[in-house]
């Protein structure tokens, strides 16, 4: 089932704004909670949380045309938006609270590929522990659906970017590259690995892999270091050396700007990174760690450790 129809009987347009919110409240299921907690008002009316003190709030959307096309089934279209939103979350060491969905929909969407879309944005959330507690539905041109999730969370402390120093170590979860055959849909943000990093205070720096490593890596480590690694030995993935044969482009370049990776690129003090990694290996068996390079003092550049070189990619860029 596609995005857009030209049935009328099928289309969104023959459904009022309530029937709208209906449809979508109930599609999300148990990840929305009754009001006046969840939607329903003006405001969602939110209990503190105990023994988290410090929130991480992020926003992020899901856009027809860009982020999925009109054949993507509105279950993995869904499951993107919550896990995109998720994963910035889980860069951050925070766990899931409370999430606003707003959607932007034509009149040409199809009811049923929108009731889908909720389904799978409720599973996701769900399976997070993320409650969807209120929202925005508006009427957009033809052709367009516009998914927006602001998503909050809750930890000790944060991890965050550009607070590495000169001879951290840096480290990357999963493979890199490719995700244009699949992973861009159907991933799963690392909110586990996240929130340990995060109890670990010989952690100083996480970032998400939204945009490549090319472009990731100099907003993780700042203006004032370079991030010095290893081209050489980056852990590729297969979809990546697939891509490269289709389009031509080296294999490299597509797991250092192809974007949508939604791993974790982090760094660890120097003299706990042997420790951080094995402890890390046994926490999770199931999720691959590479040690990529070390952070040195420089201008905010990524390089390449075999010959020092600044690394020519560039990630993904919104308005490139």
């Given amino acids: 089932m596609g995005a857009l129809t030209t049935a009328a009987d099928r289309s969104v347009a023959k459904l009022t704004e309530e029937e709208l919110i209906r449809r979508v409240v109930q599609s999300l299921a148990e990840a929305a909670p009754?009001?006046?907690?969840g939607p329903g008002g003006d405001c969602a009316h939110l209990p503190t949380t105990g023994g988290r003190s410090i929130r991480a709030s992020t926003i992020d959307s899901v856009i027809l045309g860009r982020h999925f096309d009109a054949a993507c089934d509105g279950i993995r279209a869904g499951a993107k938006l919550v896990n995109r939103n998720l994963s910035d979350l889980a860069a951050a060491?925070?766990?899931p609270s409370d999430a606003l969905?707003?959607?932007?929909?034509?009149?040409?969407?199809?009811?049923s590929w929108l009731t889908d879309f909720a389904h799978g944005a409720g599973r996701a959330a769900a399976k997070a522990g993320l409650r969807v507690v209120g929202g925005d539905i508006c009427r957009g041109p033809?052709?367009?659906f516009i998914g927006t999730l602001a998503v909050q969370g809750f930890a000790h402390r944060i991890l965050t970017r550009k607070l590495c120093a000169a001879g951290d170590v840096l480290f990357v979860t999963g493979q890199l590259g490719g995700s244009l055959y699949g992973k861009h849909l159907d991933f799963s943000p690392r909110l586990a690995e996240g929130e340990w990093l995060c109890g670990h205070g010989e952690v100083t720096a996480c970032t998400d892999l939204s945009d490549g490593l090319a472009k990731d890596l100099p907003g993780l480590i700042g203006t004032k270091f370079d991030g010095r690694i290893s081209v050489a030995h980056l852990p590729i993935a297969d979809a990546a050396?697939?891509?490269?044969?289709?389009?031509g482009k080296p294999t490299l370049e597509h797991a250092l700007q192809d974007g949508e990776d939604?791993?974790?690129?982090?760094s660890?003090?120097?003299?706990?990174?042997?420790?951080?990694?094995?402890?890390?290996?046994?926490?999770?068996?199931?999720?691959?760690?590479t040690r990529i390079g070390v952070v040195e003092a420089g201008t905010g550049l990524a390089r390449d450790v075999a010959d020092?070189?600044?690394?020519?990619?560039?990630?993904?860029?919104?308005?490139a």
């Fill in 34 to 37: 009754a009001f006046p907690e």
């Fill in 93 to 95: 060491g925070a766990v």
């Fill in 101 to 111: 969905l707003s959607l932007v929909i034509g009149a040409d969407v199809d009811a």
């Fill in 142 to 144: 033809n052709g367009a």
């Fill in 241 to 247: 050396a697939v891509l490269a044969k289709s389009d």
């Fill in 262 to 266: 939604y791993e974790l690129l982090f």
């Fill in 268 to 289: 660890v003090s120097a003299d706990r990174a042997d420790l951080i990694e094995a402890h890390f290996r046994k926490a999770f068996p199931l999720t691959p760690l």
């Fill in 308 to 319: 020092g070189e600044p690394i020519k990619v560039r990630g993904f860029g919104h308005f």
